[in-house]
């Protein structure tokens, strides 16, 4: 079983930024893809970014060139840095991994953390 723990999470303002953190505890396969979904009130979760750690990262349309992901496998820890954040980011954010083991995939998420931009 994994676990995933949020951090960093909080109130800024307009054009502000913040650091997301999530670590990892259990086993997961070397195979595997970490990162981050949001959702506002009102409005389906949607991808933020996620990372193989390794490969590739994959961004939201919303956030491209703000944000930045990035992974310390010695920590299992993945981490999402926003910048030059609006209003409009405003959501509970949720770390996410998926671990892949042959043709199965288990996905696990995080308790959530609430990020409010707003002057």
């Known amino acids: 079983q994994v676990q995933l723990v949020e951090s960093g999470g909080g109130l800024v303002q307009p054009g502000g930024s913040l650091r997301l953190s999530c670590a990892a505890s259990?086993?997961?396969?070397?195979?595997?893809?970490m990162g981050w979904y949001r959702q506002a009130p009102g409005k389906e979760r949607e991808l933020v970014a996620v990372?193989?750690?390794?490969?590739?990262?994959i961004y939201g349309d919303s956030v491209k060139g703000r944000f930045t992901i990035f992974r310390d496998n010695t920590k299992n820890t993945v981490y999402l840095q926003m910048n030059h954040l609006k209003p409009e980011d405003t959501a509970i954010y949720y770390c996410?991994?998926?671990?892949?083991?042959?043709?199965?995939?288990?996905?696990?998420w995080g308790q959530g953390t609430q990020v409010t931009v707003s002057s």
């Open positions: 996410n991994a998926a671990d892949y083991r042959g043709n199965d995939r288990t996905m696990y």
């Open positions: 990372t193989s750690g390794v490969s590739y990262s």
């Open positions: 259990g086993s997961m396969s070397s195979t595997n893809i």
